[in-house]
């Protein structure tokens, strides 16, 4: 497949978060444009900087970070890079510290530690709206709930962020059905992010609340584990019948699985940026989708 046609992306086509905020389905996670393990920051900052200015010429509208990136990093770069902004949603999180780099592909471990105090959070959303130079966050999302805070006093100081107009729309992640209930008994919820790819489907059932409730569904880690450079096996085979790559392939399966499912995967470098990006042309056939879905 090509990978460097101008606005590729927006062959995904769109999704209204909170029923006004209609951002491409196929985005940009700013996790990886730091240093190793994603702690400190790029090795190369121009280099970064390039990939965030590339976003908006293939089409990317939309980009998903967080205060912990980094830390601080990454939304200063996507500021530097970015802003004013110019019809790019940026979303960001709060409710964790780091206590250092991430150790393996799989971020999902002991390094994260949630911190859901209403001060703390607070000032989280301050500190990023300073970084990111705005007004509003478009999309603020709590990273984890602190099970040592109860939970309605974490969704309230989002409510309060809210009617204060600081953020435009409030987002969950690493959360239940149940959990999505109480907050939304207190908050309206206008995203969920929790992990799922063509190999890890544990929250099947939470992608579908989403779609019964019009809650867009950002999955993370959304091209799990499997070896994307691989030419054999079910997504090889079906990359090579489409002249297409692994990973391409894996997120055409993501887009086609659900309507409400929005795509953020992340990268360093221009040539990954653009090979993403061109996942959003890909069409596959009913045959390769049950394929692909017996991998889960």
Same mark, same amino acid.
């Given at each position: /497949?090509?990978?460097?046609?101008?606005?590729?992306?927006?062959?995904?086509?769109?999704?209204?978060?909170?029923?006004?905020?209609?951002? #491409?389905?196929?985005?940009?996670?700013?996790?990886?444009?730091?240093?190793?393990? !994603?702690?400190?920051?790029? !090795?190369?900052?121009?280099? *970064?900087?390039?990939?965030?200015?590339?976003?908006?010429?293939?089409?990317?509208?939309?980009?998903?970070?967080?205060?912990?990136?980094?830390?601080? $990093?990454?939304?200063?770069?996507?500021?530097?890079a970015l802003h004013p902004y110019d019809g790019v949603s940026v979303a960001?999180?709060?409710?964790? @510290?780091?206590?250092?780099?991430?150790?393996?592909?799989?971020?999902?471990?002991?390094?994260?530690?949630?911190?859901?105090?209403?001060? $703390?959070?607070?000032?989280?959303?301050? /500190?990023?709206?300073?970084?990111?130079?705005?007004?509003?966050?478009?999309?603020?999302?709590?990273?984890?709930?602190?099970?040592?805070?109860?939970? =309605?006093?974490?969704? #309230?100081?989002?409510?309060?962020?809210?009617?204060?107009?600081?953020?435009?729309?409030?987002?969950?992640?690493?959360?239940?059905?149940?959990?999505?209930? *109480?907050?939304?008994?207190? @908050?309206?919820?206008?995203?969920?992010?929790?992990?799922?790819?063509? $190999?890890?489907?544990?929250?099947?059932?939470?992608?579908?609340y989403c779609e019964r409730n019009g809650i867009a569904f950002v999955p993370?880690?959304?091209?799990?584990?499997?070896?994307?450079?691989? !030419?054999?096996?079910?997504? #090889? =085979?079906? *990359?090579?019948?489409?002249?297409?790559? @692994?990973?391409?392939?894996?997120?055409?399966?993501?887009?086609?699985?659900?309507?409400?499912?929005?795509?953020?995967?992340?990268?360093?470098?221009?040539?990954?940026?653009?090979?993403?990006?061109?996942?959003?042309?890909?069409?596959?056939?009913?045959? =390769?989708?049950?394929?692909?879905? *017996?991998?889960?």
């Amino acid at each position: /497949m090509t990978v460097n046609n101008e606005g590729v992306a927006t062959a995904a086509g769109s999704f209204s978060i909170g029923g006004d905020l209609s951002v #491409g389905r196929l985005g940009y996670g700013a996790l990886q444009i730091l240093g190793p393990g !994603s702690w400190g920051p790029p !090795s190369d900052r121009e280099s *970064a900087l390039a990939v965030l200015r590339r976003l908006p010429e293939l089409g990317i509208n939309f980009i998903d970070t967080a205060d912990t990136y980094g830390p601080f $990093y990454s939304e200063e770069l996507i500021h530097d890079a970015l802003h004013p902004y110019d019809g790019v949603s940026v979303a960001t999180k709060a409710g964790v @510290v780091r206590t250092g780099p991430f150790f393996t592909d799989d971020p999902n471990f002991d390094v994260v530690h949630p911190v859901g105090r209403p001060q $703390y959070l607070r000032f989280a959303c301050e /500190m990023s709206l300073r970084r990111l130079e705005v007004e509003t966050i478009a999309l603020w999302q709590l990273h984890r709930l602190d099970p040592q805070v109860p939970r =309605e006093e974490q969704f #309230g100081v989002a409510r309060e962020l809210r009617d204060e107009g600081k953020i435009r729309h409030y987002g969950l992640s690493h959360v239940s059905i149940e959990e999505i209930e *109480a907050a939304r008994e207190i @908050v309206d919820v206008a995203s969920v992010s929790n992990r799922f790819n063509v $190999y890890d489907r544990g929250s099947e059932d939470v992608l579908r609340y989403c779609e019964r409730n019009g809650i867009a569904f950002v999955p993370w880690y959304p091209l799990g584990s499997g070896d994307h450079t691989a !030419s054999s096996g079910v997504p #090889g =085979e079906i *990359a090579a019948a489409h002249e297409a790559s @692994v990973t391409q392939v894996v997120l055409a399966w993501l887009l086609q699985h659900s309507d409400v499912i929005l795509l953020i995967p992340g990268t360093a470098s221009l040539e990954h940026l653009e090979e993403n990006a061109a996942a959003a042309k890909l069409r596959l056939e009913p045959e =390769e989708i049950a394929a692909l879905d *017996a991998l889960g």
